[in-house]
């Protein structure tokens, strides 16, 4: 079975703060992905990867950056947070020429 | 870009109904149609889905069909159980070379004894 883990399930941190959201994929898939959930909202794309080191802008970047060093890893960065930012995140990840997205449990992240 | 619209946001019935959830898509090269089931602590999970060139598809109790030149789509459950209750997301995926999804807003569903 294809695993995605998630560094933390909940996380509370303080405006201004630099947060890093972690994913890891256990299938050497080539393509991941960051989701913010939002009630009302579904699923929105942050930032997604279809190889080491090479990254996409998504529909809703702003705010946020991304790091791909190792093919497993896909990492999310918050450099500056803010309350707007408080949100479920998820991350998923898809093999080449396959359509199906495997997600993570998400990190529930609140900014106070 | 795509935009995909969702109904119901809520949706409650009795167990052994049936349950329809609809989607509309806005980009006509979108060739791609999933549907996603989220339950309650865990991330979405692809339980169904469909391609352009095809028009309905079934799988024991649920079943997707896609209307293409309507540009819409809509999940079918029949003989719905309590283990049904969860968050649906339906998706399109735009034509743009890249396996890219656009979901909709959801649509929370609840199954009653």
């Known amino acids: 079975d294809v695993k995605v883990t998630q560094s933390s399930r909940y996380l509370v941190k303080r405006t201004g703060e630099k947060v890093f959201l972690e994913c890891v994929q256990d299938?050497?898939?080539?393509?991941m992905f960051w989701y913010r959930q939002d009630p009302g909202l579904g699923l929105r794309l942050i930032y997604f990867?279809?190889?080491?080191?090479?990254?996409e802008k998504g529909d809703i970047p702003e705010g946020y950056s991304v790091s791909r060093e190792k093919k497993e890893r896909f990492s999310l960065i918050l450099e500056s947070a803010s309350t707007n930012q408080t949100s479920m995140y998820l991350c998923?990840?898809?093999?080449?020429?396959?359509?199906?997205?495997?997600f993570g449990p998400g990190t529930r992240l609140t900014v106070t | 870009g795509e935009n995909v619209e969702q109904h119901p946001s809520t949706l409650s019935v009795q167990e052994g109904d049936s349950a329809v959830i609809k989607c509309t898509y806005s980009?006509?090269?979108?060739?791609?149609f999933p549907w996603y089931k989220q339950e309650l602590g865990k991330g979405p999970q692809l339980i169904i889905d469909?391609?352009?060139?095809?028009g309905e598809k079934k799988d024991q109790r649920i079943a997707v069909t896609l209307n293409k030149t309507a540009k819409h789509f809509s999940l079918h459950i029949t003989e719905t159980q309590p283990e049904d209750s969860a968050v649906y997301f339906c998706?399109?995926?735009?034509?743009?070379?890249?396996?890219?999804?656009?979901f909709g807003t959801g649509t929370r569903l609840l199954v009653s004894p």
């Open positions: 998923a990840s898809m093999g080449q020429g396959i359509y199906e997205q495997y």
């Open positions: 299938m050497d898939h080539e393509n």
């Open positions: 990867s279809y190889d080491v080191k090479m990254k």
């Open positions: 980009d006509s090269a979108s060739n791609y």
């Open positions: 469909i391609r352009s060139n095809v």
């Open positions: 998706a399109a995926s735009p034509n743009t070379g890249f396996q890219k999804l656009v």
